[in-house]
């Protein structure tokens, strides 16, 4: 079992940033893939990116390039760097835990981003 919190979330204007961290209630050092995804009204929920237990990143094409992911398996923590933001990532994101492979296994309650035009 592991419990995860977002925080970070906010309003920000379209070209600025915005940094989110996700905590985990337990190490994190053998967890296969932590991510984070994201919901916007109305939509399915999308991956927005991924880093493995040996740091392989993967992200979804509509932020690669603005958007980087990252852990530390000492504060059990990730993090996600979101640059020129855009309208369209407006959505509530969540951190996700994937212990082995597939579908993630755990998942933190969301933290809301919204970006003004």
């Known amino acids: 079992q592991v419990q995860l919190v977002e925080s970070g979330g906010g309003l920000v204007q379209a070209g600025g940033f915005l940094r989110l961290s996700c905590a985990a209630s337990r190490s994190i050092s053998n967890i296969n893939n932590m991510g984070w995804y994201r919901q916007a009204p109305g939509k399915q929920r999308e991956l927005v990116a991924t880093i493995a237990r040996g740091g392989t990143t993967n992200y979804a094409n509509s932020v690669k390039g603005r958007f980087a992911i990252s852990r530390d398996n000492t504060k059990n923590t990730v993090d996600l760097q979101m640059n020129s933001l855009k309208p369209e990532d407006t959505a509530l994101y969540y951190c996700?835990?994937?212990?082995?492979?597939?579908?993630?296994?755990?998942w933190g309650q969301g933290t809301q981003v919204t970006v003004s035009s």
């Open positions: 996700a835990a994937t212990l082995l492979l597939g579908a993630p296994n755990y």
